[in-house]
């Protein structure tokens, strides 16, 4: 089993930055991937960054690319998310998954574990 843990959201201005962590424990895998979704009130939760945890590949949504970076540390079995020119558009609860295969999802059914998330709010 693996738990995931978020940290790092809150309450920023637009066009501010914020930095959210997910950290990983228990059975966790090198050859894996981890990713970054979101979801709003009323909305359906969408996915928003991923990576491979053993080659550093990366892939974003459309509506982050060029604003927020995912990294990891696998010595620390945690994974970041830089956001940064933030929008009101952004705020939402932001959710850790992860699986145990090197390939990167789009898709929440491509995750097998989740993080009880962080909320992200980007004030006008």
């Known amino acids: 089993q693996v738990q995931l843990v978020e940290s790092g959201g809150g309450l920023v201005q637009a066009g501010g930055s914020l930095r959210v962590s997910c950290t990983a424990s228990?059975?966790?895998?090198?050859?894996?991937?981890m990713g970054w979704f979101r979801q709003a009130p009323g909305r359906e939760r969408e996915f928003v960054a991923a990576i491979i945890r053993s080659t550093g590949n990366t892939y974003y949504a459309d509506s982050v690319k060029g604003r927020f970076t995912i990294s990891r540390d696998n010595a620390k079995n945690t994974v970041y998310l830089q956001m940064n020119s933030l929008k009101p558009e952004d705020t939402a609860v932001y959710y850790c998954?992860?699986?145990?295969?090197?390939?990167?999802?789009?898709?929440?059914?491509?995750?097998?574990?989740w993080g009880q998330g962080t909320q992200v709010t980007v004030s006008s």
């Open positions: 228990g059975r966790t895998f090198s050859s894996s991937s």
């Open positions: 998954a992860a699986n145990d295969r090197p390939r990167i999802s789009t898709l929440t059914s491509g995750y097998d574990y």
